[in-house]
């Protein structure tokens, strides 16, 4: 990580630490739980140049297995998590070895008919409440700490979101991570260079699931419940336009374009009703017509600029 | 990184009954290849030849419909073309093939750092990969590219960016070249640069490339395979099939005059 994003990472952990003082808590950790979710669509998308339609089952399959493990097993939030997290990276496993056998649009249609076929086998199975969803999940305590408080809760959240957070920078600047974007700036020459590169798309893709299951588990613990929206194709399509409205391939990007979202949709449900998926098509006709890097993007664009720096 | 088995065979490549079909049409039809190891043995043809095709099916890129494919004595028809690069036969491309938006020296360290066996570890820090700066400017400097080393790749001139790609391919230190149209849309002087840099990195290896610039081909191949429909046309040095009937009426027309007037 460079000095400026280190000082970014900083300046948004303090924030971060400060803000239940004057914004809801609860509101924040929503739009950290779906931050993290674009941060790990990012990876796959912004760094890998993958574009999976299905990410919302990780997310739910995610929030349906820590909702299972903490409210029918009787486990603590934290094996909730875990247990919920790595189910999700273990889907990936499976979603991601078949679609990565196809490239580009076939890649996306893949991943989303996999996403619906899950999608009706959670409508019928039973441990997922079917239409009611899993309702009723309870906080508990984790180390020692009574997550009823939603202060308490925001600060574990907040703590898990960093550390996701940061392992999601650590890889894009790993030597995997050069790898990755070797195979997103041009894919044959990286196999002409000895690369096999379906294996480094496959580890992509599971990280990218796990953290998207990490965010799905902290939501269901946040809520109390997991609900088949959480695994609709809605959500799969919500993450592609936070990504985009924040800039995809940028480090702080997806954290804006979920905020953004998050926030107008709250704010916006009780006051338009359901005219908030126009305006959510608009703002995104917008970003893809005018504003297609996205805001980190454009401002980042602007600020090489102003600096005199080539932009491409 | 490159296996030395079986040196003493005259032939580094050879490909027997080589054949590919797309849905009935036959882009490549019993092509019986034979490169001689340390040369630079051009492929050339009129547009539709082939000659693509039959690079994409060597490099295993393409599956062969029938055919066997033999790289230093070894049989690689069913080999993954990943497994290719490694066993020393390292391809180019039509199209520029560098890493775009990624620096110089970072295009060269993608080649590099497969050795380093650490390209799975999502959570090693990138300064890991600084031990191979030496080495990749070492590799840029050969193609007279470290003043360039902290550019982006895709702000480069056109003929650097060939430059940069061979840099990329002598990275993995391959036995064996091939070039696709390594010279294709360039100006006198980049032409004339990468032929140098072409005669230069061909030391102790041997190259197979396809070339339209007849200057190229008779400046620096040894040997010249002219395909025509998917078939070997004709085979030998330049004086031979230069003069040879069959390929300049294969040829018809101004590349036949060019191929007449540059034989020397």
């Given at each position: 990580m460079?000095?400026?994003?280190?000082?970014?990472?900083?300046?948004?952990?303090?924030?971060?630490?400060?803000?239940?003082?004057?914004?809801?808590?609860?509101?924040v950790?929503?739009?950290?739980?779906?931050?993290?979710?674009?941060?790990a669509?990012?990876?796959?998308?912004?760094?890998?140049?993958?574009?999976?339609?299905?990410?919302?089952?990780?997310?739910?399959?995610?929030?349906?297995?820590?909702?299972?493990?903490?409210?029918?097993?009787?486990?603590?939030?934290?094996?909730?998590?875990?247990?919920?997290?790595?189910?999700a990276?273990?889907?990936?496993?499976?979603?991601?070895?078949?679609?990565?056998?196809?490239?580009?649009?076939?890649?996306?249609?893949?991943?989303?008919?996999?996403?619906q076929?899950?999608?009706?086998?959670?409508?019928?199975?039973?441990f997922?409440?079917?239409?009611?969803?899993?309702?009723?999940?309870?906080?508990?305590?984790?180390?020692?700490?009574?997550?009823?408080?939603?202060?308490?809760?925001?600060?574990?959240?907040?703590?898990?979101?960093?550390?996701?957070?940061?392992?999601?920078?650590?890889?894009?600047?790993?030597?995997?991570?050069?790898?990755?974007?070797?195979?997103?700036?041009?894919?044959?020459?990286?196999?002409?260079?000895?690369?096999?590169?379906?294996?480094?798309?496959?580890?992509?893709?599971?990280?990218?699931?796990?953290?998207?299951?990490?965010?799905?588990?902290?939501?269901?613990?946040?809520?109390?419940?997991?609900?088949?929206?959480?695994?609709?194709?809605?959500?799969?399509?919500?993450?592609?336009?936070?990504?985009?409205?924040?800039g995809?391939?940028?480090?702080?990007?997806?954290?804006?374009?979920?905020?953004?979202?998050?926030?107008?949709?709250?704010?916006?449900?009780?006051?338009?009703?359901?005219?908030?998926?126009?305006?959510?098509?608009?703002?995104?006709?917008?970003?893809?017509?005018?504003?297609?890097?996205?805001?980190?993007?454009?401002?980042?664009a602007?600020?090489?600029?102003?600096?005199?720096?080539?932009?491409? | 990184?490159?296996?030395?088995?079986?040196?003493?065979?005259?032939?580094?490549?050879?490909?027997?009954?080589?054949?590919?079909?797309?849905?009935?049409?036959v882009?490549?039809?019993?092509?019986?290849?034979?490169?001689?190891?340390?040369?630079?043995?051009?492929?050339?043809?009129p547009?539709?030849?082939?000659?693509?095709?039959?690079?994409?099916?060597?490099?295993?890129?393409?599956?062969?419909?029938?055919?066997?494919?033999?790289?230093?004595g070894?049989?690689?028809t069913?080999?993954?073309?990943?497994?290719?690069?490694?066993?020393?036969?390292?391809?180019?491309?039509?199209i520029?093939?560098v890493?775009?938006?990624?620096?110089?020296?970072?295009?060269?360290?993608?080649?590099?750092?497969?050795?380093?066996?650490?390209?799975?570890?999502?959570?090693?820090?990138g300064?890991?990969?600084?031990?191979?700066?030496?080495?990749?400017?070492?590799?840029?400097?050969?193609?007279?590219?470290?003043s360039?080393?902290?550019?982006?790749?895709?702000?480069?001139?056109?003929?650097?960016?060939?430059?940069l790609?061979?840099?990329?391919?002598?990275?993995?230190?391959?036995?064996?070249?091939?070039?696709?149209?390594?010279?294709?849309?360039?100006?006198?002087?980049?032409?004339?640069?990468?032929?140098?840099?072409?005669?230069?990195?061909?030391?102790?290896?041997?190259?197979?490339?396809?070339?339209?610039?007849?200057?190229?081909?008779?400046?620096?191949?040894?040997?010249?395979?002219?395909l025509?429909?998917?078939?070997?046309?004709?085979?030998?040095?330049?004086?031979?099939?230069?003069?040879?009937?069959?390929?300049?009426?294969?040829?018809?027309?101004?590349?036949?005059?060019?191929?007449?007037?540059?034989?020397?």
């Amino acid at each position: 990580m460079n000095t400026k994003v280190s000082i970014a990472y900083l300046a948004g952990l303090a924030l971060l630490v400060a803000a239940p003082t004057v914004i809801y808590p609860v509101l924040v950790m929503k739009v950290l739980c779906f931050a993290l979710f674009a941060c790990a669509f990012n990876l796959l998308l912004g760094y890998t140049g993958l574009l999976s339609f299905g990410h919302a089952i990780f997310l739910g399959t995610s929030a349906y297995v820590a909702g299972y493990v903490i409210k029918v097993l009787e486990f603590g939030p934290l094996a909730g998590i875990a247990v919920g997290t790595v189910a999700a990276g273990a889907l990936g496993w499976v979603i991601g070895s078949l679609a990565i056998r196809r490239q580009g649009i076939y890649f996306a249609m893949i991943t989303l008919a996999l996403a619906q076929l899950m999608y009706f086998i959670y409508v019928q199975a039973p441990f997922t409440g079917g239409e009611d969803g899993l309702q009723g999940i309870a906080r508990g305590s984790m180390f020692g700490i009574d997550l009823t408080n939603d202060l308490a809760l925001y600060y574990v959240v907040v703590g898990f979101f960093a550390a996701a957070f940061w392992l999601i920078q650590r890889t894009i600047h790993s030597p995997f991570g050069q790898t990755l974007k070797a195979i997103r700036e041009n894919e044959q020459r990286t196999i002409s260079l000895g690369y096999d590169v379906d294996r480094y798309k496959l580890l992509a893709f599971v990280l990218s699931a796990a953290i998207a299951g990490l965010a799905g588990a902290l939501k269901a613990l946040l809520f109390g419940f997991a609900t088949l929206g959480d695994i609709h194709w809605h959500t799969s399509g919500e993450v592609v336009l936070m990504t985009l409205l924040g800039g995809m391939g940028t480090v702080f990007g997806p954290v804006v374009g979920a905020t953004v979202i998050v926030t107008l949709q709250t704010e916006l449900s009780d006051k338009v009703g359901s005219l908030v998926s126009v305006i959510m098509g608009c703002i995104f006709v917008f970003c893809v017509l005018v504003f297609r890097r996205g805001i980190v993007g454009e401002g980042v664009a602007l600020y090489k600029r102003m600096i005199g720096e080539k932009v491409h | 990184m490159t296996e030395k088995t079986a040196t003493a065979a005259p032939f580094i490549l050879e490909t027997t009954g080589l054949v590919k079909e797309f849905r009935g049409f036959v882009a490549v039809n019993g092509v019986d290849l034979k490169v001689r190891r340390g040369h630079i043995h051009a492929l050339i043809g009129p547009n539709g030849a082939g000659k693509t095709t039959c690079f994409n099916l060597l490099t295993k890129f393409l599956p062969p419909t029938r055919g066997t494919i033999r790289f230093n004595g070894k049989d690689i028809t069913n080999e993954a073309p990943q497994r290719i690069a490694r066993m020393g036969m390292v391809r180019s491309f039509q199209i520029s093939a560098v890493f775009p938006h990624l620096t110089v020296l970072e295009n060269v360290r993608i080649a590099l750092q497969r050795s380093l066996g650490t390209t799975f570890h999502f959570w090693k820090s990138g300064r890991t990969l600084d031990q191979l700066n030496e080495r990749a400017m070492a590799l840029l400097a050969e193609v007279g590219l470290e003043s360039y080393a902290r550019m982006v790749a895709v702000e480069m001139p056109y003929g650097r960016k060939r430059a940069l790609e061979i840099a990329t391919t002598l990275a993995l230190d391959p036995e064996m070249l091939l070039l696709d149209e390594p010279t294709q849309g360039m100006g006198h002087e980049d032409v004339d640069r990468v032929m140098e840099l072409i005669r230069k990195v061909s030391a102790n290896r041997t190259i197979l490339m396809v070339e339209h610039n007849m200057k190229v081909v008779s400046g620096i191949c040894d040997a010249i395979t002219v395909l025509a429909r998917g078939a070997v046309l004709a085979e030998g040095d330049y004086a031979s099939v230069s003069a040879n009937p069959v390929v300049i009426e294969a040829y018809m027309g101004s590349e036949a005059a060019q191929l007449v007037a540059e034989g020397h």
